[in-house]
C-alpha cells in the first residue's frame, strides 16, 4: 500500500537555525508528494509541492525536492524563524483524478527566539 | 483570501448518539473531502465528493457515515451512531480546477463519551 513517514517531533530549533524534516515515502505507483502546513487553530495549507522526480518545490523559503532513487521528500529551510513554529504534514497522491492525500503523522517544529 | 470554513470547532456527544459536522468549502471549488486525525495518528482519508455523488472512500467510512451537500454552499460529514473510537479531529477540504492543491477547513474536534 501507499505510506507515509516523517521524523517524529517535535523538533525544536533556535532563530535563524538550519531546519531539516525527513520524509519518506512508499508508493505503488508514481506519486505527487506534498509538504502542509498546520500554523496553531489554523487548517493544513499546501506549503510546496513537486510532481515528478528531481522536480524541487519551493515556497517561503522552504525547498523540497522530490528523490525518486531513496524515495524521499526531505524539508529543509536555511534560516528559520519564530513564525514557522507550527505542525509540517508529507503527502503523497497518486493522481487518481480526486486528489486523495496520504499523509504522514506530522511533526511539530517549535522554533525560540 | 478565501477558506474552508468548519462548525462547530469542538463537538461533545454521548456514545451512541449521531453527530453532524457542517463545512462551507470554497465556493467555486468543485470538489469535497472529508480527513481525520485521532490524536497521536496520522491525518487519514474518509471520503471524496464530486458532482454530488462520493467518488471515493476509504475502509474507515462504513455505513455509519455519510455525506451530503443539501444546498449550493454546505457539505456536511454525519456518524450516524457514534462510537469512542470516532473521537478525532475532523478536516473538511476543497479544491477547484487544480484538483492537486486541496484548501483545507481548521477542523472540528469531536469527542465522543
Known amino acids: 500500500g501507499n505510506s507515509v513517514t516523517q521524523m517524529e517531533g517535535p523538533v525544536t530549533l533556535s532563530e535563524e537555525a538550519f531546519l531539516t524534516i525527513n520524509c519518506t515515502y512508499t508508493?505503488?505507483?508514481?506519486?505527487?508528494l506534498f509538504w502542509y502546513v498546520q500554523y496553531p487553530g489554523e487548517g493544513l495549507q499546501l506549503l510546496l509541492k513537486a510532481t515528478k522526480a528531481d522536480d524541487k518545490g519551493s515556497n517561503k523559503g522552504f525547498e523540497a525536492t522530490y528523490r525518486k532513487e531513496t524515495t524521499s521528500f526531505h524539508l529543509e529551510k536555511g534560516s528559520v524563524q519564530v513564525s514557522d513554529s507550527a505542525v509540517y504534514f508529507c503527502?503523497?497522491?497518486?493522481?487518481?483524478?480526486?486528489?486523495?492525500?496520504?499523509f504522514g503523522k506530522g511533526t511539530m517544529l517549535l522554533v525560540s527566539p | 483570501e478565501p477558506e474552508v470554513t468548519q462548525t462547530p470547532s469542538h463537538q461533545v456527544t454521548q456514545m451512541g448518539q449521531e453527530v453532524i459536522l457542517r463545512c462551507v468549502p470554497i465556493s467555486n471549488h468543485l470538489y469535497f473531502y472529508w480527513y481525520r486525525q485521532i490524536l497521536g495518528q496520522k491525518v487519514e482519508f474518509l471520503v471524496s465528493?464530486?458532482?454530488?455523488?462520493?467518488?471515493?472512500k476509504s475502509e474507515i467510512f462504513d455505513d455509519q457515515f455519510s455525506v451530503e451537500r443539501p444546498d449550493g454552499s454546505n457539505f456536511t460529514l454525519k456518524i450516524r451512531s457514534t462510537k469512542l473510537e470516532d473521537s478525532a479531529m475532523y478536516f473538511c477540504?476543497?479544491?477547484?480546477?487544480?484538483?492537486?492543491?486541496?484548501?483545507f477547513g481548521s477542523g472540528t474536534q469531536l469527542s465522543v463519551l
Open positions: 465528493f464530486y458532482n454530488n455523488e462520493i467518488s471515493e
Open positions: 508508493a505503488t505507483g508514481y506519486p505527487s
Open positions: 477540504a476543497s479544491s477547484g480546477d487544480d484538483n492537486e492543491k486541496l484548501f
Open positions: 503527502a503523497l497522491s497518486l493522481n487518481s483524478g480526486y486528489s486523495t492525500l496520504t
